[in-house]
């Protein structure tokens, strides 16, 4: 099946995924002092080109971040900051890569998490890994579960933005199903999940009890759906857009562009009261890892909330009409254009 998808319409109405969602967008106020320094840090790594990084830095990955991170000190906004500009990069990186190209790019990722070697690494991606997650431990202390949980979960996001180059390469358009087996990991929620649960101290058992691997699901697909319906207009003028929800409801269900996001709407309400039960039916681990536990979910929930909120006060997804589009729900597809990154760019930055 091949990926290019069409419409019979340029112009669409984006429902509101989240209108019965409780919890409301909440900003971490230290950013002004934050934001500098961590583009600054972005900066000094010299993965893009200026014009390119000028792109980069009108994406604001940091508003991202004080939206869905924790809000305990600047040092944890810094290490949030840090976290949403390295997904950013890493996916840019991976975008225009080779499956072996993805694999190493990865593989050299996870063993500066598992390792936290002192020595700088000649790869600018590994290294920009390697600085973030030295300084998160400096910030949060060895909370050893929740690392364990952190590195686990970016071990299968990696995994899983290697199958979804390879999906792209061969043209793959996958089932509702199946898609939402492969994105749940390739959306990077789970380890955003497990990140802002560093500190908490929750024990390993608490990661695995059904429950909350159900409310982690049922947030990560919030958060994958959420994503799908703003970025479908970038993704599918960079002809990207075969993995994507719609695109996979579109083929599934033959459904035109309005049709899936109706469909998408209706699965969103479902995956809230899914959610919001689960949330009530949480059992007891004692006092102190309760109090954690409820921090959590209320983490998963800002979470949500957050990356909704971002999508229309980014210029990533419409640029600066985003706040417009929040209001009037209407979208217009742009033409075909290019990424951040160029396969040469990337070559040479992980030789």
């Known amino acids: 099946m091949s990926s290019s998808s069409s419409s019979?319409?340029?112009?669409?109405?984006?429902p509101d995924l989240l209108q019965s969602w409780p919890w409301p967008r909440v900003t971490n106020d230290m950013l002004d002092e934050v934001r500098g320094e961590a583009l600054e840090?972005?900066?000094s790594l010299d993965l893009f080109e200026p014009r390119q990084f000028q792109k980069f830095e009108a994406c604001d990955f940091n508003l991202l971040a004080s939206f869905i991170g924790p809000l305990e000190s600047k040092a944890h906004l810094r290490v949030a900051c840090d976290l949403m500009n390295f997904y950013f990069a890493f996916d840019e990186y991976t975008d225009v890569a080779s499956r072996e190209e993805a694999k190493?790019?990865?593989?050299d990722v996870m063993d500066a998490f598992r390792r936290r070697p002192l020595e700088p690494s000649s790869s600018k991606i590994t290294e920009m890994a390697r600085?973030?997650?030295i300084r998160t431990v400096e910030a949060v202390g060895e909370d050893s579960p929740a690392i364990a949980q952190f590195i686990a979960d970016f071990d299968a996001y990696t995994t899983a933005v290697i199958q979804e180059a390879d999906d792209r390469s061969e043209g793959r358009v996958r089932t509702v199903q199946d898609y939402f087996e492969l994105?749940?990991?390739t959306c990077g929620a789970k380890p955003s999940f497990s990140f802002f649960a560093l500190g908490l101290n929750m024990p390993t058992e608490v990661f695995e009890h059904p429950v909350i691997l159900s409310?982690?699901?049922?947030?990560?697909?919030?958060?994958?759906?959420?994503n799908d319906m703003h970025s479908y207009g970038l993704e599918h003028s960079r002809g990207l857009d075969g993995h994507n929800v719609i695109t996979s409801i579109m083929y599934e269900h033959q459904l035109d562009l309005q049709g899936a996001?109706?469909?998408l709407a209706s699965y969103s309400e479902k995956t809230i009261a899914k959610f919001l039960s689960d949330k009530n039916s949480l059992p007891s681990w004692g006092a102190e890892v309760d109090a954690s536990v409820k921090e959590y979910v209320d983490r998963l929930g800002r979470c949500v909330r957050g990356y909704d909120a971002w999508s229309y006060e980014t210029n990533r997804y419409y640029g600066n009409n985003g706040l417009n589009i929040r209001q009037t729900r209407k979208i217009t597809l742009q033409p075909r254009s290019t990424g951040y990154i160029s396969r040469n760019q990337m070559t040479a930055s992980i030789a």
Do not use: G, P
């Open 8 to 14: 019979s319409s340029s112009q669409y109405i984006i």
């Open 41 to 43: 840090w972005v900066r």
């Open 104 to 107: 190493k790019i990865a593989n």
């Open 131 to 133: 600085q973030f997650f």
């Open 183 to 185: 994105r749940r990991d």
């Open 215 to 226: 409310l982690v699901e049922s947030a990560t697909d919030l958060i994958s759906i959420t």
């Open 261 to 263: 996001l109706y469909w």
